[in-house]
C-alpha cells in the first residue's frame, strides 16, 4: 500500500504510549484513525492531538478483551467510517513476576488481550481486505523473538503473536493483503517501560516511539515482513540464539538481561 492517503485505519491501544504516537503519524498520512481503548480520556487526548494538527481520529471505547464483542466492534467501525483498510494490532499488557505466582486469570488476561483479540479482530476484518486490499500490522517485541525470563506469559502471547503473523502472512500471499509484524525493543519516552526503575543492560538499549511508528507506516508501505526495531545490532545474536539456545541464555546472563528482567519482577513492574 504506497500511499496512505485517504485510507482508514483501525487501531488498538490508542489511548496512550505507543499507540498514540503510531496513531498521530498516521494521521500525518492522512489516514482516518479510528482508535480503540479502554479509556475515554486519553482517547480524547490522542483525538485533540491529533486534530489540533489538522488530522482525523475517532475514538471508540472498548475493553477488546470481550473476545466474542469484537464483531459488534466491527459493525460501529464500519458505520461511523466505512470498511477498513489498515489493521493495527497494538493494544497489549505485560507483568513481570515468578512464573509460579501468576494466577490463571492473569495469564488469560493476557492472552486474550495480547494475542486472541488481534487475532479475532484479523478474523473479522480479513473478508472485506480480501476483496479490496488491505494491510495488517501486529506489534509483538523483542520478547517474539528470545523469551524473557520473569516475563513469560508475556513471551508466550508475543510469540505467539508473532507465529500467527508469519502463518496468515504465507497464507494471503498472492493477494492484495499484507502482513507484518513489528519487533520493538524498550521504548523510552511513552509506554510500559518508560516509566520502570530498572536501567536497560546496555546490549538492549531503548529507542523512541516515533522509531517504532516510523517502522509501522514503512512496513505498511513496503509491505515488509518483520521489522525489528532496537538501538543495538540484535539481529546476528537472534540468529545465532536460534542455532544454539543455550549461547543465548549465557548470553542474556552475563550482559545483564537476565538481572534486568528479576529487578523488574522483584519491583512489581
Ligand atoms: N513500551 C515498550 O517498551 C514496548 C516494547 C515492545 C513492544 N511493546 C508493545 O507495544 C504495544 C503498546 O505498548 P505501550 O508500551 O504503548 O503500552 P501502554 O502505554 O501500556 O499502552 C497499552 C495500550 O493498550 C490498551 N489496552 C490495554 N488493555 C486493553 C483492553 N483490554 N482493551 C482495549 N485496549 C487495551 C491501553 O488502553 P486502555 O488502558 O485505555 O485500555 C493502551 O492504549 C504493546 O503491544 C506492547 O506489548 C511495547
Redesign the pocket.
Known sequence: MKDLNNKVALL????????AVIANLLAQEGVTVVG????KS?LNNTKSIIENLGGEFHGVP????QTSKLSELKVQVTNAVGEVDILIN?????EYNYFQDYDLEYIEKITT??LIAGMELTRQFLPQMLDRGGHIVN?C??AAKKGESFNATYSATKGGLALFTDALRQEVHGTSVGVSAIF????KD????SDSQVKAPLILGTISSNKVAGAVIKAIKKDKPDVIVNSGPLRPLLAINALFPNFGNWFARVTGIFDFCRKRADLGE
Open positions: 488498538t491501544g490508542a489511548s496512550s504510549g505507543i499507540g480503540v481503548a479502554r479509556s486519553g472498548f475493553d477488546i478483551s497494538n493494544a497489549g499488557i505485560e488481550v495480547n506489534i517485541s523483542l520493538p525493543g524498550l521504548v511513552v509506554g510500559m517501560y
